[in-house]
């Protein structure tokens, strides 16, 4: 059994929660309002699991005070989104366990608004029409040393730039022939703040709005309009944005907002053996290297719902791993640890034999066939007995049995006894090999008595091993996973992450199972006794015509075991 997870301790505040708890307190805020605002271009991982439990965490300990957390699409970019990632993203959060209620948001249905931003920036003269190519912008916006140069359109009079800014709107320019700048500070220490871009020209279609704009807003200026139009509190973001707060607040500070987000930043998640970036997730995708987005290697929601994660240890491990303002790599082996320790206390066990090896039990007569309860949980009675088929001739796992077995070695050998689990005491008489020296049969006999019964006086048998019935069996896919890549740091790979995929991240084997378990619904989660955790596919496992079953986690971590790490 594997060792107990450490307890939470469930006083101790992080940053975050520390920082509205303290807002709910002063009174600054009668309750918190979150949003995860996944953009829809690709499937979500298990970093964005860490940001989905902190929201709708968020939310969920607040809901006393009528706290909620928004599900909202960061749908501005018209190039990249599609539908079925949003069909995608909201199954993954409602499977996690997370509801957002009626607070279901396009960012795109704020189109006029964020227009409208724009037409009172420049009104303000807080903002201009720039006709400089983006090369010139480029040089012209110095860099961390030295300041930045105005722009020869930066004091054009304001009618003037409402006037553009209308053209632009209305069709008449090419991409790239003019934008919108803000007009803050071109001398600012802070690169972001150097008269940022917040309209540009996109002649593309948008999935919401067709093509009612020809332009868009950049992500720095529409996302806090979005927060504050959604009246969001806290807006929780990851690190790579902090230096992007300050032109955040001048957003939020200088428009006609209904309400003042604070953004409060955290550190992402990653993983080690793990690639995260969408970019490249789709690359795996689309170039073949996995089988869809919900490949059971992926780090993918979807992808670890096939493999088998329970929703309750991805939630578990985003609360240990916790919320810090420290970027670093999380060893995925935490992960997986908590997949097995969750799965430990709810898999029913079952018996499958992976690489079988026929044993004929000599002394049991051929045509009786006994049946025998087995439990289906050795901690936990209330999960009951189940009844297995025994009759003459059963499989056993080869490496269950040695020629000439070492005195350590407590399975199967000549002369030796074992136990078959939940049934007889059994002892090896023998084997057969074929001409190429391969073991092909193992006889033994099974000792009277010895059923539900404990050790005979005088007999030693210290192992009970697996075993599944030759005559009521069923043929299963076995897919056993390995991890996607052979190397730590894949992004830091030479060759890029393409390079170190682990060749054996897929081995697929035909294994002996229990016949009851071929019928098992998709989606069946147990343990296959000493060997791992396994679920029934949920895209190709048909029951009782194809089982097909994928392997969640080893028993025990045998990675570290084969690296000596
Ligand atoms: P990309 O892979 O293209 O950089 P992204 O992962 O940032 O995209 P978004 O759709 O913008 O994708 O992410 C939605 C939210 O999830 C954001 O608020 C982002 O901060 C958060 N998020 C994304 N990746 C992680 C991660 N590894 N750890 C924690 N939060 C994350
Ligand atoms: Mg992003």
Redesign the pocket.
């Known amino acids: 059994m594997s060792e107990p997870v450490p307890e939470l301790r469930p006083a101790k505040l992080d940053f975050i929660r520390e920082i509205i708890a303290g807002d709910l307190a002063s009174g600054k805020h009668a309750t918190t309002i979150t949003r995860?605002?996944?953009?829809p271009?690709g499937y979500l991982h298990i970093?964005?699991a860490?940001?989905i439990c902190l929201n709708f965490g968020i939310a969920q300990e607040n809901a006393a005070s009528g706290a909620c957390c928004h599900l909202r699409f960061?749908d501005t970019n018209p190039e990249k989104e599609e539908l079925e990632y949003v069909e995608s993203i909201k199954t993954d959060v409602k499977w996690l366990g997370f509801d957002w209620g009626d607070h279901l948001y396009f960012a795109s249905d704020y189109f006029g608004f964020y227009h409208d931003c724009a037409v009172h920036l420049i009104t303000q003269g807080k903002a201009y029409v720039e006709q400089q190519s983006a090369g010139e912008m480029r040089a012209n916006r110095g860099n961390l040393t030295q300041a930045g140069t105005h722009s020869p359109y930066r004091d054009r009079p304001l009618q003037e730039n409402l006037e553009l800014f209308a053209r632009m709107r209305a069709g008449e320019f090419k991409e790239g022939d003019c934008v919108l700048r803000a007009k803050i500070d071109m001398a600012s220490p802070n690169l972001n703040l150097r008269d940022p871009v917040i309209y540009r020209i996109l002649h593309t279609g948008h999935h919401n709005t067709g093509h009612a704009w020809c332009i868009y807003p950049m992500y720095d200026f529409a996302h806090p309009l979005e927060d504050a139009l959604e009246h969001i509190t806290h807006s929780l973001?990851?690190l790579e944005f902090e230096n992007h707060r300050p032109l955040y607040d001048w957003v939020i500070d200088n428009c006609p907002v209904p309400s003042k987000p604070r953004q409060i930043e955290f550190a992402?998640?990653?993983l080690s053996y793990t690639i995260?970036?969408?970019?490249k997730l789709l690359q795996l995708v689309q170039d073949g290297h996995v089988d869809g987005w919900d490949d059971p290697r992926l780090p993918t929601i979807s992808g670890i719902r096939r493999r088998g994660y329970p929703a309750a240890a991805v939630r578990h491990f985003c609360k240990r791993i916790g919320i810090t303002k420290f970027n670093g790599t999380t060893d995925v082996a935490l992960l997986e640890f908590d997949v097995r320790d969750l799965l430990n206390t709810s898999a029913p066990r079952r018996m499958a034999v992976l690489d079988p090896l026929k044993v004929v039990l000599e002394n049991w007569p051929a045509a009786t066939v006994e049946q025998v309860d087995i439990p289906n949980h050795p901690q936990d009675p209330a999960a009951g007995v189940r009844q297995v088929a025994l009759s003459n001739e059963i499989w056993i796992e080869r490496d269950d049995f040695m020629e000439d077995p070492p005195k350590k070695f407590h399975r199967l050998g000549p002369g030796r006894h074992v136990r078959l689990r939940g049934a007889h005491i059994i002892r090896c008489t023998g084997y057969e090999k074929d001409a190429s020296g391969n073991l092909t049969l193992i006889r033994a006999e099974v000792l009277p008595g010895t059923l539900g019964a404990s050790t005979p006086e005088g007999v030693e048998c210290r192992a009970a091993i697996h075993w599944v019935d030759a005559t009521h069996d069923a043929d299963a896919e076995i897919r056993i996973y390995d991890r996607l890549f052979s190397v730590e740091d894949p992004d830091g790979a030479d060759g890029g992450f393409l390079a170190v995929i682990n060749p054996a991240s897929l081995t697929t084997i035909v294994a002996k199972i229990e016949p009851a378990l071929a019928g098992a619904a998709p989606g069946f989660a147990c343990q296959f006794e000493r060997i791992g955790y396994f679920v029934a596919d949920s895209v190709d496992h048909q029951p009782g015509i194809r089982p097909v079953f994928n392997r969640t986690v080893a028993l025990r971590d045998s990675w570290a075991k084969r690296t000596g790490g």
């Open positions: 995860f605002p996944p953009e271009n970093g964005h860490k940001a960061d973001c990851t992402r998640l990653n995260m970036s969408k970019r």
